[in-house]
């Protein structure tokens, strides 16, 4: 193509030169025959004359020549336009070339550019893998010595238990022995307690309604027999005799009538509470003849009320017949605790009246 070019711009060039030349470029060729005219009109043929036919002859030729000349050069302008359309084409090309490559090397740096950036970027990578890498170098180190320090700790701790791995095993050997026997003695132990519990289960509601009327049973019985006690707390105690001295103590009721419970001593006169309550405490007490007697009721030795059977002595029997055998009683209702102790007591006064059926008594009883 390039050759086909230069051939065809050396042909323009010859080409030019020709047409230059024109009109005058035949007479080389056609001198010895054709009479040429120069520019200035003279005449560089030779002056000898010609003949008609053969002037005819060279205008022939001539023309011929002429024709093919034209049409020489028109195929010559054809070829050169289409050179020049070639050659245009050819420059739009380059220009195109020359375009697309400054594109494409613009690219190709940019892509360079990103590529150094990229390398950069690899190469902080790179640099920051190598600081982690380094460090976990270094951790590595520290836990290689860390565990350097740690073996020779076990193996000083091996030292240490095997200096005492006789004992230790035999002492590990007896616990362990005692405890899976414990185990099994617990576990034993568990199963009972769950068979006794499964028993006790079965067997509970009926045990409670047993233990229940039991123990209602004895309530029962307890509270009858509290009754019963109450019921037989209770006396009547009275002189069977009459004294004109008496004159200090306590009064002694010797003659009982009625002693239910026994709190009454008939030896002492003191009652005596067989169970905590509230009692019931009477005296009558009648004076011996015109004497005065001043007795108390008194519990653990203090006076609750008194009684006073008030003689009077000095005047005739028939104008002083009552101020003879004069009765003084009183009633005392006391709560007492169990082990109380009641009796009558001596205030003033001497003596008492009574007789074989009792005139001067002393009761008592819970109620
Ligand atoms: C990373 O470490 C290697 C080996 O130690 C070294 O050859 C390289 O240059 C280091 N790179 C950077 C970015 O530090
Ligand atoms: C545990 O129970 C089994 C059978 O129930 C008995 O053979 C064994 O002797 C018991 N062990 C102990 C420690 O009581
Ligand atoms: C209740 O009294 C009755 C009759 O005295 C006696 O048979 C029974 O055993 C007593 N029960 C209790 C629980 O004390
Ligand atoms: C008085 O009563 C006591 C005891 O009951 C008795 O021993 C005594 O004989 C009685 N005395 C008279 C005079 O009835
Ligand atoms: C043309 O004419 C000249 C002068 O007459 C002569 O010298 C020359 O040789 C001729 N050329 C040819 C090609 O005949
Ligand atoms: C050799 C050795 O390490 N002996 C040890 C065994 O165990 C006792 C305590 O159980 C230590 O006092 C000893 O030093």
């Not at 185990?183 to 009926?206: C, I, T, W």
């Not at 026994?262 to 005596?272: I, K, M």
């Not at 005392?332 to 007591?345: E, F, I, N, P």
């Amino acid at each position: 193509m390039e050759g086909h070019a230069v051939f065809q711009i050396f042909l323009i060039s010859l080409l030019g030169s020709i047409c230059l030349q024109n009109g005058y470029a035949y007479s080389e060729m056609e001198n010895s025959t054709a009479v040429g005219t120069n520019e200035d009109g003279s005449s560089d043929v030779p002056k000898q004359p010609m003949g008609p036919d053969v002037f005819r002859q060279l205008l022939n030729q001539e023309t011929l020549i002429r024709m093919a000349l034209v049409k020489n050069v028109n195929s010559l302008m054809l070829d050169m336009v289409s050179l020049k359309n070639s050659v245009m084409s050819l420059q739009k090309n380059v220009e195109q070339i020359t375009k697309v490559s400054v594109e494409d090397i613009m690219g190709l740096k940019l892509e360079n550019k990103k590529l150094k950036n990229s390398n950069e970027l690899l190469t902080e990578i790179n640099w920051k893998q190598n600081q982690t890498i380094s460090k976990l170098v270094d951790d590595v180190t520290d836990l290689k010595n860390e565990q350097k320090l740690y073996a020779k700790e076990m193996i000083d701790r091996d030292d240490y238990l095997f200096g005492n791995t006789s004992a230790a095993l035999s002492e590990l050997k007896t616990n362990f022995r005692v405890l899976s026997l414990s185990l099994v003695n617990v576990d034993n132990q568990s199963q009972d307690f769950k068979k006794r519990l499964n028993e006790v289960d079965k067997s509970l509601p009926q045990t409670i309604n047993e233990k229940f009327s039991i123990v209602s049973e004895a309530m029962k019985n307890a509270s009858n027999q509290l009754s019963d006690i109450q019921k037989r707390i209770g006396f009547t105690a009275g002189k069977n005799s009459s004294s004109s001295g008496w004159s200090s103590g306590k009064l002694v009721f010797e003659h009982v009538l009625f002693n239910q419970g026994n709190g009454y001593d008939p030896s002492s006169g003191v009652f005596t509470a067989p169970t905590n309550g509230v009692y019931v405490f009477y005296v009558s007490l009648t004076s011996y003849d015109t004497n005065t007697i001043y007795v108390s009721i008194t519990l653990n030795g203090k006076s609750t009320v008194s009684a006073w059977g008030r003689g009077e002595s000095g005047g005739s029997y028939r104008n002083n017949y009552y101020t003879r055998y004069q009765t003084g009683t009183n009633m005392a209702v006391l709560s007492l605790m169990r082990g109380d102790r009641v009796w009558v007591q001596y205030g003033s006064g001497t003596g008492y009246y009574s007789d074989s059926v009792p005139v001067t008594t002393f009761s008592g009883f819970i109620i």
